[in-house]
C-alpha cells in the first residue's frame, strides 16, 4: 500500500502555543488529505477534508481558526493546532487519498500533549 | 448519531480458529465499505473493502461479507493468528469521499 508520514510522531507543547503537524504522502500523489483525531478508546472522528490548491472543508464542531490546514502541494498538507489547549492534547491521524477516493492511507499518527 | 456501529468492543480467539467481526451501518447511501487494523499510537492499516454492488470479497485470510438488505458486514479471519491481534475498525465511503468509522473492536488472538 501507499505511504504516508506524519511528522513529529510526539510533541509537547505550553498552554496558549501553536503546533505544527506534517502529512506527506511518499510514493503518490494525493489529490485529497483528511485529518483525524482520536481520543482513547474512541474512533477516529474526521476534523477536516483538504483538497490540493483549495481551502480545507471543516466537519460540524471543528473550529477553522483554531485547527489551520493548508494543502499546498499533492504531497504535503499541514494541520496547525493554534492557541492549544489541553483539551486539544489528542491523537492526530492524516490520510491521504488519490484521486479514486475510495481508500484511504493512514499515516502513522502525531500524539499532542498540551500542559 | 452513530451511522457505523460495531456492538462488539472486544473479541477474544484462540489461534488456528476463525474470528468473525461485525458491523453495522445505518445509511442505505455508503457505497463502499472499509476494514482497518490498528496497533496502540499507530495509524490505521488498510486491510480489506468492498464495494456496495458486491457482497464478497476475499483476499488471502481475509473476506468481507456484505449484506445490504440488514446493512451489515461482517470481516473473517481465518485462521487467526496471534499477529492479527489488535482494534479493527470497519468505515464506510459516503459519495463525497469521506470515511465514516466504527468505535472499533479489540482482537485478541490467544496461542
Known amino acids: 500500500g501507499a505511504v504516508v508520514s506524519q511528522h513529529p510522531s510526539r510533541v509537547i507543547c505550553k498552554s496558549g502555543t501553536s503546533v505544527k503537524i506534517e502529512c506527506r504522502s511518499l510514493?503518490?500523489?494525493?489529490?485529497?488529505m483528511f485529518w483525524y483525531r482520536q481520543f482513547p478508546k474512541q474512533s477516529l472522528m474526521l476534523m477536516a477534508t483538504s483538497n490540493e490548491g483549495s481551502k480545507a472543508t471543516y466537519e460540524q464542531g471543528v473550529e477553522k481558526d483554531k485547527f489551520l490546514i493548508n494543502h499546498a502541494s499533492l504531497t504535503l498538507s499541514t494541520l496547525t493546532v493554534t492557541s492549544a489547549h489541553p483539551e486539544d492534547s489528542s491523537f492526530y491521524i492524516c490520510?491521504?487519498?488519490?484521486?479514486?477516493?475510495?481508500?484511504?492511507?493512514f499515516g502513522p499518527g502525531t500524539r499532542l500533549t498540551v500542559t | 448519531d452513530q451511522q457505523v456501529k460495531q456492538n462488539s468492543p472486544s473479541l477474544s480467539v484462540q489461534e488456528g480458529r476463525i474470528s468473525i467481526l461485525n458491523c453495522d451501518y445505518t445509511n442505505s447511501m455508503f457505497d463502499y465499505f472499509l476494514w482497518y487494523k490498528k496497533y496502540p499510537a499507530e495509524g490505521p492499516t488498510f486491510l480489506i473493502s468492498?464495494?456496495?454492488?458486491?457482497d464478497k470479497n476475499e483476499d488471502g485470510r481475509f473476506t468481507v461479507f456484505l449484506n445490504k438488505s440488514a446493512k451489515h458486514l461482517s470481516l473473517h479471519i481465518v485462521p487467526s493468528q496471534p499477529g492479527d491481534s489488535a482494534v479493527y475498525f470497519c468505515?464506510?465511503?459516503?459519495?463525497?469521499?469521506?470515511?465514516?468509522f466504527g468505535q472499533g473492536t479489540e482482537l485478541s488472538v490467544k496461542p
Open positions: 468492498i464495494s456496495s454492488i458486491k
Open positions: 490520510s491521504a487519498a488519490g484521486t479514486g477516493l475510495f481508500e484511504q492511507y
Open positions: 468505515a464506510a465511503n459516503n459519495q463525497g469521499g469521506k470515511l465514516i
Open positions: 510514493d503518490f500523489q494525493a489529490t485529497t
